[in-house]
């Protein structure tokens, strides 16, 4: 059974830093490109980053971008999200999630398979 699991969420204080995590499991990593979204409460789910398993394609969200990095260590199965200077707007559940390609990036509905979850709280 495919496994995302997300970990590296917490608290931190406004302009701060925080890298999260997503280790997959049971899954043929090639295969799938890999995205981080993120929902904050009375919100819809939002797209925050992709990154194909080459590497070709790597596209952030207009709010993120030039303060998240997403990478992906290949071997390990996993994706990371570096996240830079920190608001209260960041604040929200952030999931994994991959996909096979030739879908939509930006769609959650894209996309095949979901962690958990990891929360990530900014205080102002």
């Known amino acids: 059974q495919v496994q995302l699991v997300e970990s590296g969420g917490g608290l931190v204080q406004a302009g701060g830093s925080l890298r999260l995590a997503c280790a997959a499991s049971?899954?043929?990593?090639?295969?799938?490109?890999m995205a981080w979204f993120r929902q904050a409460p009375g919100k819809e789910r939002e797209f925050v980053a992709t990154l194909s398993w080459g590497g070709s394609t790597l596209d952030y969200a207009d709010s993120v971008k030039g303060r998240f990095t997403m990478s992906r260590d290949n071997a390990k199965n996993t994706v990371y999200l570096q996240m830079n200077s920190l608001s209260f707007e960041d604040t929200a559940v952030y999931y994994c999630?991959?996909?096979?390609?030739?879908?939509?990036?930006?769609?959650?509905?894209?996309?095949?398979?979901w962690g958990q979850g990891t929360q990530v709280t900014v205080s102002s």
């Open positions: 999630a991959a996909r096979l390609p030739g879908r939509s990036r930006y769609l959650a509905g894209s996309y095949d398979y």
């Open positions: 049971e899954l043929t990593f090639r295969n799938y490109a």
